[in-house]
């Protein structure tokens, strides 16, 4: 008795999990379908769906020789159900209040759908991107320019939301030596290599000129001790107090494509990950995101993640 109850629990959280591809209105697989991808009696299987139905999971209709269908589901029962933990997201570190905006609005916005889910921040579009590929997380923020970059890359990765321009970076200032030793031309940029996004930048800005490695948070450090002359900064923010007095700050007027690209943010995951797929697709509208990062920038919205 224990080893069939065992079972039943097992196939019931197979199919709660194989529903979260199927869509309110989408015919569900056969029984026979799920019997025979696990080998199990028809039975078995006609228990599971009872007992999805009686948890008030899903509600299904059947419609003759076309099918059943499923007609609603509760997404964060059916989540339980399926018996699946938080979904990860990675984030860039929210060392501006358009990220801290960003955070806001992507915590709102998920928790419309009442699965569990936790956000975790880390410097760097590339190193991201890998945890994704790599299974480390579950879905992961970018630009729109890194975004190109990985979806061109990485054929398992989808996007799944897109937000309007300036939700990502919304302006740039150049940093340099307050007192340069050396003219422009021979100047050292510093670059984060971890950032597909910061290496544009400053080639855009600084064509041609030499560079080296610097991680992002280190960059003002390491130009006001002499390793590097210049770089760029997405928010001044990133200019601690102790070292500012020694540099100089000029904002960036240029908008060129590589600016405008990098301004969008874009939600990636993994093409075979229907369940938070459809966590996506039912969530309110992904506008809302923007609109409450615009209310935390403007101090209207408590910034909350």
């Known amino acids: 008795m224990e080893q069939l109850e065992n079972r039943t629990a097992f196939v019931t959280r197979h199919l709660a999990r194989r529903l979260l591809s199927v869509s309110p209105g989408e015919r569900i697989p056969t029984t026979s379908d799920i019997a025979g991808e696990l080998g199990v009696g028809f039975g078995t299987v006609e228990k599971a769906i009872v007992a999805l139905r009686h948890g008030n999971v899903i509600k299904t209709r059947a419609r003759g020789q076309m099918g059943t269908f499923l007609l609603e589901r509760d997404l964060s029962r059916q989540w339980t159900a399926a018996g699946l933990g938080a979904a990860i997201g990675l984030l860039p570190i929210p060392n501006s209040m358009l990220f801290v905006g960003l955070a806001t609005g992507i915590t709102a916005w998920l928790e419309t759908t009442a699965v569990p889910f936790t956000l975790n921040f880390k410097n760097g ?177 408590e910034p909350e993640y």
């Open 125 to 301: 579009g590339r190193i991201r991107v890998a945890a994704l590929v790599e299974g480390r997380a579950d879905f992961a923020v970018v630009s729109r320019q890194t975004a190109d970059v990985a979806l061109a890359e990485y054929a398992d990765l989808i996007e799944a939301v897109a937000l309007p321009e300036r939700s990502y970076y919304a302006g740039h200032h150049i940093v340099s030596r307050l007192h340069p030793e050396k003219p422009r031309d021979e100047w050292v940029i510093g670059v984060d290599p971890t950032s597909f996004d910061h290496a544009s930048f400053c080639e855009a800005l600084f064509p041609g000129l030499a560079t080296r490695n610097v991680r992002y948070v280190n960059l003002p450090y390491a130009i006001a001790k002499g390793d590097i002359d210049a770089t760029a900064v997405h928010s001044l923010s990133l200019v601690p107090l102790e070292v500012a007095q020694s540099l100089s700050v000029a904002p960036v007027e240029q908008w060129d494509e590589t600016l405008r690209k990098a301004s969008s943010a874009v939600i990636l995951c993994r093409a075979d990950n229907a369940p938070l797929r459809a966590v996506f697709t039912e969530a309110r509208d992904p506008v809302q995101i923007h609109e409450i990062q615009q209310a935390v920038i403007a101090g209207d919205h």
